[in-house]
């Protein structure tokens, strides 16, 4: 008789001949041919002239007969009550630790290195939904994840993993925050002073967005993550700050983007834009927040001194490098107090008359630009004010430039 079939007999030996053709083929993957394991198991049935047929599994309570008509039933059951979308899904399953157990302790017993029981039921039931959806397994990152529970009777569950889209916005109106901000009365939970909203100001760059997404996907909640921020009453000009928005458990994911982008810009103009929206790997969330030496800001300030300046002295403004600045007063309660060393990369300024001035200022990201204006009690060094000797307040920023990260 053939070599090959010397492993068959000795774990049929061993398991009393009470084992199931999956458990049977899944040991012998490596050792006898076939594109499946139940094909491999016939094999050693009609060499060995056995039958294994309804037989009371020892090592998976034959677990494999669950994966029947029925959990596609509830699989699909479950789609179809959720409305969702997918492309892409991942499975994984839950299975009796004894079964396991049992499946480890043949394959030790024989040194074999083949799939383990679980990976064999992952794998079959993603076989199962490819063939049934024509959607794709996918390990890395995927559309949704089919959670079974086959410890006993079996149990579907659905986790549908968020959505994340990337762009970039301006902010064209003074007075709205980048994400939402709840009432510092309240605490969000509504008051008299909030008219019950929750929130300090009615609208925000992330709502001005998240509303529209959020109705369109079905989504539960969405979360805004920004390449920084700037300050309530500062405009973002230019080609925008980036952003990534992520809209958590979407029924839908199929969006014409181009398409929404130019009909939230349409609703919100004068207010908020929105650009270059395209889907994005979860990892840019992390990313856009991250910043790197060679990340940049450009701002144009306008600043009131309290008295005529020595026009003379504005030039030495040029010449602003290198800027110690202590966290500013008016964010220390969520900052910590320290100092940190940051550059201005260039300035350029114009006159615009005994007491005003506008400035270009290019600096490193996380310079606070107010401060170096007002020099906040001595905490920002070197300082505009000081350079010219007067009291000076930016009146009006903005950004109108945020480096590519
Ligand atoms: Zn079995
Ligand atoms: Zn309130």
Not at 60 to 85: A, R, T, V
Not at 174 to 199: F, L, S
């Amino acid at each position: 008789m053939d070599k090959m079939y010397e492993l068959a007999k000795k774990i049929l030996e061993e398991t009393d001949g009470k084992i199931c053709k999956s458990c049977l083929g899944r040991k012998l993957s490596k050792t006898i041919e076939g594109t499946n394991n139940i094909e491999r198991a016939d094999k050693v049935c009609k060499e060995l002239d056995i039958d294994l047929e309804g037989v009371e599994c020892v090592v998976c309570d034959n677990l494999f007969d669950k994966l029947d008509d029925d959990l596609y039933k509830k699989l699909d059951d479950k789609i179809n009550q959720l409305g969702i979308e997918f492309d892409t899904f991942l499975v994984g399953s839950k299975i009796d630790k004894d079964i396991q157990k049992r499946d480890e302790e043949l394959s030790e017993k024989f040194n074999l290195s083949v799939e383990t029981i679980k990976k064999e039921v992952n794998r079959l039931i993603g076989l199962g939904i490819w063939e049934r959806y024509d959607k794709e397994a996918e390990f890395e990152s995927q559309d949704i994840v089919f959670n079974i529970d086959l410890v006993s009777e079996p149990k579907v569950r659905i986790q549908i993993n968020p959505l994340y889209i990337e762009g970039k916005y301006n902010k064209l109106k003074r007075g709205i925050p980048q994400t939402k901000w709840p009432c510092t009365k309240c605490k969000g939970r509504g008051c008299e002073e909030c008219n019950y909203t929750g929130k300090q100001y009615p609208e925000s760059v992330e709502e001005l967005i998240s509303e529209h997404f959020l109705k369109l996907t079905k989504g539960k909640e969405a979360k805004f993550h920004g390449a920084g921020r700037e300050d309530i009453d500062v405009l973002m000009l230019g080609s925008g700050r980036p952003f990534v928005l992520e809209i958590k458990e979407p029924k839908i994911r199929n969006l014409d983007l181009a398409k929404l982008e130019e009909e939230i810009n349409k609703i919100n103009e004068g207010k908020t834009s929105y650009h270059n929206l395209h889907l994005c790997e979860r990892r840019r969330k992390a990313e856009i927040k991250q910043s790197s030496p060679d990340t940049y800001k450009v701002y144009q300030a306008s600043v009131k001194c309290d008295e005529s300046f020595d026009k003379d002295k504005l030039g030495e403004l040029t010449k602003l490098n290198e800027i110690h600045q202590q966290t500013p007063l008016r964010v220390l309660r969520r900052r910590a107090d320290k100092v940190r060393i940051k550059h201005v990369l260039d300035l350029s300024y114009e006159i615009v008359d005994d007491t005003h001035f506008t400035m270009i200022i290019k600096t490193e990201g996380g310079l606070y630009i107010k401060e170096l204006i007002s020099g906040d009690e001595g905490r920002s060094h070197p300082n505009v004010g000081e350079i010219l000797g007067v009291n000076a307040v930016c009146e009006q920023l903005d950004v109108i430039e945020v480096s590519e990260k």
